[in-house]
């Protein structure tokens, strides 16, 4: 097989494995029906794991504007933007955190 055709090859794969993923059938659809909400403070952390590696033990390390890393909990500033974005106000609450924060977690 020459070279020059290895991309005529690589387009049919790409179109035959598309074909075959459309003609595997209508979709299926998943009801379901929304139990209850839940409102929780803006610092609600969960403990760290004991076999999760240390590098998730501060959490928004990167939330940073120029993605820089600040590994010290609550040493990025944030602001609300709730008034005039020439003047914003701090929201008194800044990543990086201390710990996972909850979200999405179930009681059992």
Known sequence: MMPSTYPYLLAAATALAFTIGASAGEPQRFPATLAGHAAMPAMTFVPLPPDAPNSFAVSGKFAAADRSRR???GTIPTSTF???P???RSSGYGPA???PARAG???H
Do not use: L, M, W, Y
């Open 71 to 73: 590994a010290e909990p």
């Open 82 to 84: 709730t008034s005039d």
């Open 86 to 88: 020439k003047a914003p």
């Open 97 to 99: 955190a201390a710990g």
């Open 105 to 107: 977690h179930e009681r």
